[in-house]
């Protein structure tokens, strides 16, 4: 399989697990205990690993919210909590759900070598909220681990992505729309753009791009490395589906 093809492949799967303790009953419920909803913790503890910076900042680095909505959030959730503990506080959440759901599943050890062979091969240049979390301390148990460099892995296609579709000539909300129909108003949008072929036809570009981009740190591994990382996001995916 070539790099551009195994990144594609162990995208599609970890998109899912490096999303699954954002909105988690248990991230939300912790939410609460720090004083805040679980929009204002997602968006403060997702955007913590950069530090207590301007909202534009964050909007920049998680690329297809509205700017507005972005500040309002994390400017009165920064107010109740500072933003580089809602980060470790909301990794702790994905920890706790890598224990709960992840310690029956064989090869984890591999999947978190073969991960953080990506993650060491790749240069962070341009890819502020991936460079934000390939920075954070590791746990050292094996599913805690795998659940964090899930997350990790799933930011560096995400900022990639992000870079790939403005240099497609896409705007964020057009990729957005495209990607998530139902979704355009609750990321903040009031309007949804009109989209033709052309943009869509830009965004399987994009994909591509986001492929070639990300490419780099999975060319290194050896065949063993890659289907013991493929392998790892598959069986965590299957864990949370309860397969």
């Known amino acids: 399989m070539k790099p551009e093809e195994l990144a594609a492949a162990v995208g599609a799967p970890l998109n899912t697990v490096g999303g699954a303790y954002y909105f988690h009953p248990d991230s ?34 998680f690329g297809w919210f509205n700017g ?16 580089r503990q809602a980060a470790r506080e909301l990794l702790a959440c994905g920890h706790a759900i890598g224990r709960a759901e992840f310690s029956d599943i064989d090869g984890l050890d591999a999947f978190n070598e073969a991960a953080e062979a990506v993650i060491a091969a790749t ?47 896409l705007s964020p909300v ?3 729309a495209i990607k998530r129909p139902d979704m355009v108003a609750q990321f903040g ?33 050896s065949e063993t490395q890659a289907d013991a990382l493929l392998a790892g996001a598959n069986a965590m995916l299957a864990a949370l589906q309860g397969d």
């Open 123 to 169: 240069d962070p240049a341009g890819l502020a909220l991936y460079a934000g979390y390939a920075a954070e301390p590791l746990p050292d148990d094996a599913p805690a681990r795998a659940m964090q460099l899930a997350i990790t892995l799933r930011e560096l296609r995400g900022s990639a992505h992000i870079a790939a579709v403005i240099a497609s000539g």
């Open 68 to 83: 507005g909505l972005i500040a309002k959030m994390w400017n009165s959730a920064r107010e109740t909590l500072d933003p």
């Open 189 to 221: 949008w009031e309007e949804e753009p009109v989209l033709e072929d052309r943009h869509r036809h830009s965004l399987a570009g994009a994909e591509d791009l986001t492929n070639k981009i990300t490419a780099h740190g999975f060319a290194g591994l």
């Open 174 to 176: 057009e990729a957005h």
């Open 28 to 61: 939300v419920a912790r939410s609460k205990e720090l004083g805040l909803d679980g929009f204002r913790f997602y968006v403060l503890g997702r955007g913590g690993v950069l530090g207590d910076v301007e909202a534009p900042v964050v909007q920049s680095a």
